[in-house]
């Protein structure tokens, strides 16, 4: 990330730098909760810093054309969310060394709250408990002050980068709200939502919202031409989501509070253009047994011990009559015949909603080893493509970025993308490419008992015929086999006599 956007002495890449910031609290606290302290202050860090950009301006500009610095409109005018003076950086910074900077903090998010409606009930207010050590927060926010924050996407891409640095950091428990960002763009360039209504039954911290408005932006279009739609059932994720937004300057509706989409869907009548969602995989403890007679199941009673099922009837119920999903689920969704899940997906397939199914390479994810995929659900297909499905095998893409995980870069996205893309158009746009991608009809999708694993369909990739004769080949290979054979006796041996020196007959 380019340092025209910060100020910093020690001339560090913006992002590392903010994470050295988090390093002042580990050990201190458990990742859970100084997330929390360092992004309720980057966010105040950067709602400062935009305002006293403003309040320069027009202090520069008050003795020309009258305007006044501390007048609450002029921010409104420019989108700026407007900082009371006790809430400034400056001040806070001025009383960074004192036992009270937790109190100062609380009061800071708390004024700014009573002055932005848009914030109320958003900001973290536990800096004063006393398990937080406030020389340690003196010193981060002294590191904090070294740095400028004024463009709100740069400052959205650090806040993105910290999610991700934080769900590698807490694990299981952090990537419940957090879909890594190769996976958040391919649902978005594949489900292309210009404009309309963009729902997330299980929103996190927020990133399909804000990958869907840059990819708005990017393609000319206005981010006002959608409209958001999201809930989120853990409260402090939540209150991330609204700051995520915030930053963004993205409006949505969250609901007033956090709530269990389950039971309590607050947005009982939404018919949504595009549903994006990673719900967490494989719950059991979803209160299923509350809901046998739910509306949404219209396909069938999801099984109690799973909410799969629940989540995809949940998203289609809510989908509008032209509307599309992508929903990120485990594998075995593809897969599973227990307690009905096979008899739900046999009606999903009949309905033609199933667009595209797409396998997922592994250890894309911080917070799980078990492979996922990606559904494409449609409630009106192309016509030429009515009655069938597009199976892609992604398997083999992406590129290891540490020991442990796996991202899809830009180009991997774009080969996927332009695959489904060509799909949907003219028949002529797309072919079948074996070992990668098959569009398979309803009866093809019969035969195999409406498993929708794209491995049964792509096939095997075309071998590259070298050009060398049969008989040849046949001689070599069994040439190659006689010397595996032989050297198999030989470890054989070598392996009985290292046991009898043991002991072992």
């Not at 730098?17 to 909760?33: F, S």
């Not at 020309?64 to 921010?75: A, F, Q, V």
């Not at 409630?379 to 009515?386: E, I, L, V, W």
Request: hydrophobic content about 40%; proline content about 5%; overall charge negative.
């Amino acid at each position: 990330m380019a340092n025209n956007n910060t100020t910093n002495g020690n001339n560090q890449n913006f992002e590392q730098t903010l994470w050295a910031a988090a390093d002042k609290l580990r050990g201190h606290l458990d990742a859970a909760e100084y997330k929390h302290v360092v992004l309720g202050l980057i966010f105040l860090k950067y709602i400062s810093d935009a305002f006293q950009a403003l309040y320069d301006d027009l202090a520069a500009r008050a003795a020309s054309d009258y305007t006044n610095p501390e007048d609450r409109d002029e921010y409104a005018a420019e989108n700026v969310f407007w900082v009371p003076v006790e809430a400034r950086w400056t001040a806070l910074q001025a009383q960074a060394k004192s036992p009270e900077i937790g109190l100062r903090i609380d009061e800071a998010m708390a004024a700014i709250e009573r002055e932005n409606s848009r914030l109320k009930g958003t900001l973290p207010q536990d800096y004063a408990r006393p398990e937080l050590d406030k020389r340690r927060l003196g010193e981060l926010i002294d590191l904090i002050s070294t740095i400028t924050m004024r463009s709100g996407d740069v400052l959205g891409q650090v806040y993105e980068y910290f999610l991700g640095q934080f769900a590698s950091a807490e694990g299981k428990k952090g990537g419940e709200f957090y879909t890594p960002a190769s996976i958040v763009k391919l649902l978005v360039a594949m489900l292309e939502p210009y404009r309309g209504r963009v729902y997330d039954p299980c929103c996190g911290s927020g990133g399909m919202f804000v990958q869907s408005e840059r990819f708005v932006a990017a393609h000319g279009g206005r981010v006002g031409d959608i409209s958001v739609y999201g809930q989120e059932s853990n409260p402090t994720t939540w209150k991330l989501c609204r700051m995520n937004l915030a930053i963004h300057h993205i409006d949505s509706n969250l609901g007033p509070h956090h709530a269990d989409t389950f039971h309590h869907d607050l947005h009982p009548d939404l018919k949504a253009d595009f549903i994006l969602a990673n719900p967490p995989f494989n719950i059991s403890d979803w209160g299923g047994n509350l809901l046998a007679e739910d509306k949404r199941w219209q396909y069938g009673v999801p099984p109690t011990g799973n909410a799969n099922y629940a989540w995809l009837q949940h998203m289609i119920h809510h989908l509008a009559p032209d509307g599309r999903a992508g929903i990120v689920l485990a594998n075995g969704s593809m897969s599973s015949q227990q307690s009905g899940e096979g008899e739900i997906r046999r009606k999903l397939v009949q309905a033609d909603l199933v667009a595209c199914m797409v396998a997922l390479p592994p250890q894309l994810f911080y917070n799980t080893q078990i492979p996922a995929c990606l559904w494409f659900l449609s409630r009106r297909k192309p016509a030429a493509r009515q009655e069938q499905t597009l199976f892609i095998d992604a398997r083999g893409l992406g590129q290891m970025v540490d020991r442990t995980r796996r991202e899809l870069s830009d180009e991997d996205i774009g080969l996927i993308a332009t695959t489904f893309h060509a799909w949907q158009g003219t028949e002529s746009d797309y072919a079948d490419e074996p070992g990668y991608c098959k569009s398979a009809t309803l009866k093809e999708v019969a035969v195999h008992d409406y498993v929708l694993t794209p491995g049964r369909y792509v096939g095997a990739a075309n071998v590259e015929d070298v050009g060398e004769p049969f008989e040849e080949k046949m001689e070599r290979l069994t040439k190659t086999l006689e010397k595996q054979f032989a050297q198999s006796s030989l470890l054989q041996v070598s392996i009985q006599q290292n046991l009898l020196m043991l002991g072992y007959e």
